[in-house]
């Protein structure tokens, strides 16, 4: 799948804002610009980018996960499979994973809207045809510097414009077409729109649409895997992120991809909702006739805590909360000695993939090594070979003695000199 994909690229990206979102327009974001962002269904996402809250390498998509993930969708239950787990993603995710609004009146997606006559547009796009990612980023840029409340307004239509070219509504041309134009135009009124239904509903007739041709889809896709993450619990989020609001901000997306090529999707298992870590019972020394003190507890409890390091990418072992819903007795030990063969397992093959790859590192080191020391022998023997051309040509004569006509040796009038670089007859007297 690698090689079948390897030049894919669907647009939907969360950098491109991070990047365009340079030191100088942050600078040039004033506190009524913030003040108006708030008034849009944008807001929180704004905020996120503004606030330093996003981890660019976190955020790095990659489209061949995403590719695996829309080949487990089915048209027929119009929902995806992933082994034992089944689900569609919904407006409410949406509202999860970037913050948009749920509720409010109904973005039309299928009206075919001209360019239109109004005073934003006549400001902002005069000559333009359509909205392009290069156009607004232009704009973006040119407006940051401006101020007063008709030109900060623009920046921020400019700014929903944008989340909407690369995030929300993308296609495979990095444009969109003047539909959406009348649902920013209004600031004050643009909250009142159902912007996530409108995203879900999208990225739907995109999915519909498919055909068993993933590299066609467009749409909101980097919500696929956020979403995955969330209904899978195919990793843990980020350290101390667990709560972060839009939730996207929660999972590294670098970590999903690391462990997409170990897992395969087709054979994920439904996972148990299981207590907090505040809500897991301490086993009581009580019952089995042992004495607590309350110093003891309380080490158990930070013990219990501690026991969980979140900070690791996977965790071979089973985590404390497996532990503990394990109760005592022949059965636990079964689960835990087929738990420990799979493991060992799994640990036997990376180490053969390991020695593999140590031993092509090798073999390929041996054979740079060669061919620098044969391209050094080369070049020594074109130098010594350059060298003895030039002492050659240094020693040749600049016209052959035998060429001297036989009218030069019997001491006539003149005698013929024939030059051996162009053949040219030089006639000359006797003394």
Known sequence: MVKEYSHLEFRCDLLKFGRLMTVEIRENVTELKLQLLDMTSFRSLFR????????????????????????????????????????????????????????????????????????????????????????????????????????????????????????????????????????????????????????????????RGMNGRPESACGCLIALLFWFCERTRFIEPITARGEMKPTFLKWNLLELYARMKVVDLHELKEFEQTQSPSAVEIPNKEKYGLETTGSEEEGSKEKCKDDIDTSKMFQLLPSQDYLDDIESGPSSNDVMDKRLDELTALLKNEQARNKILCNENK???????????????????????????????????????????????????????????DDDFVQSSPK
């Open 363 to 421: 073999r390929l080191e041996s054979e740079i090594e060669m061919l620098r020391r044969s391209k050094n022998l080369v070049e020594v023997e074109k130098q010594t070979s350059r060298s003895l051309r030039s002492r050659s040509e240094c020693k040749k004569p600049s016209f052959l003695v035998d060429y001297i006509t036989d009218n030069s040796r019997k001491g006539k009038g003149k005698f013929q000199v024939v030059n051996n670089d």
């Open 48 to 207: 996120a980018y503004y606030e330093h809250q996003v981890i660019e390498s976190a955020c790095r998509k990659s489209d061949i996960d995403i590719v695996a993930v829309l080949k487990c969708f089915d048209k027929g239950k119009n929902a995806f499979t992933f082994g034992e787990i089944s689900g569609t993603i919904s407006a409410g995710n949406i509202v999860d994973i970037f913050g948009l609004n749920v509720e409010g009146c109904e973005i039309n997606l299928n009206q075919k809207k001209r360019k239109g006559d109004s005073e934003f547009i006549k400001r902002q796009f005069p000559g333009d045809k359509r909205l392009s990612k290069v156009i607004l980023e232009k704009k973006i840029k040119d407006v940051a510097k401006l101020r007063g409340l008709e030109n900060e307004s623009d920046f921020v239509r400019l700014v929903c414009l944008y989340f909407c070219v690369t995030l929300f509504f993308c296609n495979s041309g990095n444009d969109l077409s003047w539909f959406i134009v009348p649902y920013i135009e209004d600031l004050k009124s643009m909250s009142l729109y159902a912007w996530a239904p409108a995203v879900k509903n999208y990225l739907d007739t995109s999915l």
